[in-house]
């Protein structure tokens, strides 16, 4: 970050060389030759053109000394710079203009972090962990829309009720929703509002609403247009045109993600005019990626002139990724020979239905989980999970009222029923494997179930075993040349092993071996291994690993068998075999001076 910091004493100068250490970018001025510092005659010198430029100042002095500098040049939160103060011993960082709207409350706390001093906010939203109205929106890439900003804000900070209404489903409406505050309460339908009830809407959606209430928008950018016209079509008045049945439909324009046409019209200064209008690029088609989308309106005509029977409604809905149509063809003519059509669609990631996420529970230990796994458990409506391979505590996650059931017993149609159950309903389902799902997860049959039926899903990677293990065994798997490969594999039993694959051919490389599922077959494994490894590699037998009933057996390879047999291990047990396991030779370079510059970058 490039932080003008202004030394005011040279007493201080160990604190703004701290900065500069975490900020690399940011120079020191003061009104003296000093060590690493740039000499300015006066502070304006410096001031002007940071205010000029937004840039952040860090000043390091008496509280007064930066008003009076500063004052001069303060204009708008909107453009000013965040500007923080740091007492001469670095024991505070204050906040002094553009807090929150600036960015300045942020940069207290980073600076207050590094120099282990106090961050003192004054802003409310900020120190009462409410949601910042006049920014949030920047945080999401939404548009923010409000009349009075300042009375929404003081409603709301005041806790007064407050209608919350989300028309879409993206990463900032989990946010709200999760972080929703006790006085306020969440809608999908404006028609379900109480208006009486409420002073403030605040609307996460593309659809445009008419109230009395004070109402902040944000305009997620989830509407694709796609636009046909005839040759050399004339593009005055077209935006607005479009702009209006946008209106009329009850879309905002601020929404628009994408504006796309068929190859052929490509280069029609109309539609790169539209596109324009919303400073958006052209999203351009080839006939063949549109000549299988379903649409409701096809046309003989267009398919006679372009080679598909659709130009805007296809394109519409190939760019939302198959999403429903809002807008279905309008077929427009400002003057003759002037004719075009549009049609707009709502991106298909952004639709409020049911939803599956397969959730990588890690290797047992319910803190292992990742954040995002845990919020998923925590708002799921169905947790199906693989109950002989996951603890049951991870399930304590789980709200009130939620379904919790183990697959354990299920056959893989009785888990397709249940989660399409929940699906069909619009409800959340939390589909929770061991480690991390793509490691022999048995997740690909599941796709493929989800995928034939249109089903929107997404997985939510976990922390592997083989991670658990390098923890665990204090040992780092790629040692600096002598080891830099990890395998993860597993030994030939019921099910085959690709020819190329064989644990006898994989163990020439001499790699780090991390061999699931084959605690059963530990003989065979030892067999293989001893083809390439020397019998005395280190090897190590990790079972359930971060569970509870966690052990962990270390020895060499040639009694790799007799440990397992010995402990009764099971098939929740990972094979570890290499020279990585405890080796502490060998140093990395990543530290030493000539890798510096990776630093600062």
């Known amino acids: 970050m490039k932080i003008a910091i202004i030394l005011v004493s040279e007493s ?12 690399p970018e940011s120079r020191i001025y003061a009104k003296r030759d000093l060590d690493g510092c740039v000499r300015v005659g006066r502070y304006e010198d410096v001031l002007m053109p940071c205010f000029n430029a937004s840039a952040p100042i860090v000043f390091i002095g008496a509280m007064g000394i930066c008003v009076r500098a500063i004052s001069p040049w303060i204009c ?49 939203s900020d120190n009462e962990s409410l949601w910042p109205l006049d920014t949030i929106g920047r945080e999401f890439e939404w548009d923010t829309c409000a009349e009075n900003m300042n009375a929404c804000i003081a409603h709301f900070v005041n806790r007064k009720p407050t209608a919350l209404l989300l028309g879409v489903k993206d990463k900032g409406t989990e946010y709200l929703e999760r972080t929703s505050p006790e006085h306020v309460d969440v809608f999908v339908n404006f028609e379900d509002i109480p208006q009486e009830k409420y002073g403030l809407i605040i609307n996460v959606s593309p659809f445009v609403y008419e109230t009395s209430l004070m109402m902040i928008n944000y305009r997620p950018k989830v509407l694709h247009v796609g636009v046909g016209c005839r040759k050399g079509c004339s593009l005055e008045g077209v935006a607005k045109h479009v702009s209006d049945l946008l209106a009329q439909g009850g879309l905002s324009t601020r929404s628009i993600a994408s504006v796309g046409t068929i190859e052929l019209k490509s280069n029609e200064p109309m539609i790169r005019s539209l596109a324009a209008e919303y400073g958006l690029p052209v999203s351009v088609y080839e ?22 029977s659709s130009v805007a409604e296809a394109v519409a809905i190939k760019s939302s990724g198959y999403g429903p149509l809002l807008m279905e063809k309008n077929k427009c003519r400002l003057s003759e020979g002037n004719d075009f059509t549009f049609a707009v669609a709502m991106d298909a990631d952004a639709i409020r239905c049911g939803h599956i ?21 925590q708002k799921a409506d169905l947790i199906l999970y693989a109950g002989s391979l996951v603890p049951r505590e991870l399930t304590y996650y789980a709200k009130q009222g939620a379904v919790v059931r183990s697959s354990a017993s299920m056959a893989l149609e009785e888990q397709f029923e249940l989660m399409k159950e929940f699906y069909d309903r619009g409800m959340l389902v939390v589909r929770l494997h061991t480690g991390d799902p793509c490691i022999y997860g048995a997740i690909q049959e599941q796709m493929a179930f989800f995928d034939r039926y249109g089903m929107r899903y997404h997985i939510t990677p976990g922390i592997s075993s083989f991670q658990a293990a390098a923890a665990a065994l204090r040992s780092q798997f790629t040692i600096p040349e002598k080891v830099q490969t990890i395998i993860l594999t597993r030994g030939e039993g019921r099910t085959p092993m690709p020819e190329k ?3 006898h051919k994989l163990a020439q490389s001499q790699s780090t071996m991390c061999i699931y599922l084959s ?42 068998a007799k440990i397992v047999k010995e402990n009764n291990l099971t098939l929740t047990t990972l094979l570890v075999v290499g020279e990585a396991i405890d080796n502490r030779q060998g140093l990395s370079k990543l530290y030493s001076h000539e890798f510096k510059h990776l630093f600062r970058k």
């Not at 160990?14 to 900020?23: D, G, H, I, S």
């Not at 960015?103 to 409310?124: C, K």
């Not at 280190?538 to 966690?550: D, F, G, M, N, Q």
């Open 12 to 23: 201080s100068l160990p604190v703004a060389k701290a900065l500069q250490q975490e900020f």
């Open 287 to 308: 006939a063949n990626e549109l000549k299988d989308v379903d649409v409701p309106n096809p046309s003989e005509k267009v398919a006679e002139v372009t080679g598909v």
């Open 76 to 124: 708008d939160k909107h453009t000013d710079s965040a500007v923080v103060c740091v007492d001469g011993t670095g024991r505070y960082a204050i906040p002094v203009v553009s807090g929150h709207v600036g960015g300045a409350n942020d940069l207290a706390r980073q600076v207050a972090s590094v120099l282990g001093a106090e961050a003192v906010i004054t802003t409310r």
């Open 519 to 560: 605690a059963g077959i530990v003989d065979q494994v030892q067999e293989e291994l001893l083809q390439a490894y020397p019998p005395e590699t280190p090897v190590a037998a990790c079972y359930k690993l971060t569970w509870k009933e966690e052990r962990i057996y270390r020895g060499q390879l040639k009694d790799l």
């Open 357 to 377: 996420e397969i959730v990588g529970a890690g290797p047992g230990d319910p803190e292992l989980v990742s954040v995002r796994g845990k919020h998923f458990l």
């Open 501 to 503: 694959e064989q644990l």
